[in-house]
Structure formats: structure tokens, C-alpha cells
């Protein structure tokens, strides 16, 4: 059993930036990929960015160049730093973990509550 808290969210500027973080219980969190969602009013839940267990890092497009991804494992929380956030990136931002294979992330069933961020002037 997986626990998985996020914290971070609020409300921002359009141009700003917030740091997320998700912290999971268990001894495990080492050898699990990491993955943060988002999911925004009427849309369907979408993977942001990836940090595989060996620190390997995938984004979306739409986060590019503005989203770092960072693990630390002795903490066993996976952060996420937004700059320069639009007002698209307003959304539910869930974390979970996962596996890595071949390119593609595998999510578990293991979710946080999430954590809103709203971009506004």
C-alpha cells in the first residue's frame, strides 16, 4: 500500500511560479517511477512529466522548458517546479507511481488527493 500526499497548490499570476510536492509513504519509493497528472475542468486527466527510478525525465510538450521534475529519495518526495505558468496550466495536479518501460509510463492505482493550482490575474 501506497500513500501519496501532494502539497504546493494555489493561486498564481499568469507568468508565476509554485513548487508541488508529493511525498509517499513506504520503502519502496526508490525503485518506482514517478509521474505528475493534471486534470482541468471537463478534460480528461493528462501525464505532465516522468522521473523514472535512474532519474531519467520525460515532459509534454505543453510544459516544456517551464516544468522541472526532481526526486528525492531520501525524503521519498517527488517535486515539481512551475515557471512561467499560463493560465491552461490551471488544474488539479495529481502525483502517482509507477513504472517505466520501453517509453512509455505505466501508472498504479495509487493516487494523492491532489492539489489545485489556479493561474489568474
Known amino acids: 500500500q501506497v500513500q501519496l500526499v501532494e502539497s504546493g497548490g494555489g493561486l498564481v499570476q499568469p507568468g508565476g511560479s509554485l513548487r508541488l510536492s508529493c511525498a509517499a509513504s513506504?520503502?519502496?519509493?526508490?525503485?518506482?517511477?514517478m509521474g505528475w497528472y493534471r486534470q482541468a475542468p471537463g478534460k480528461e486527466r493528462e501525464l505532465v512529466a516522468v522521473?523514472?527510478?535512474?532519474?531519467?525525465?520525460n515532459y509534454a510538450d505543453s510544459v516544456k522548458g517551464r516544468f522541472t521534475i526532481s526526486r528525492d529519495n531520501a525524503w521519498n518526495t517527488v517535486y515539481l517546479q512551475m515557471n512561467s505558468l499560463k493560465p491552461e496550466d490551471t488544474a488539479v495536479y495529481y502525483c502517482?507511481?509507477?513504472?517505466?518501460?520501453?517509453?512509455?509510463?505505466?501508472?498504479?492505482?495509487?493516487w494523492g488527493q491532489g492539489t489545485q493550482v489556479t493561474v489568474s490575474s
Open positions: 513506504g520503502s519502496t519509493f526508490s525503485i518506482y517511477a
Open positions: 522521473i523514472t527510478s535512474s532519474g531519467g525525465i
Open positions: 502517482n507511481t509507477g513504472n517505466w518501460y520501453t517509453g512509455t509510463y505505466y501508472p498504479s492505482d495509487y
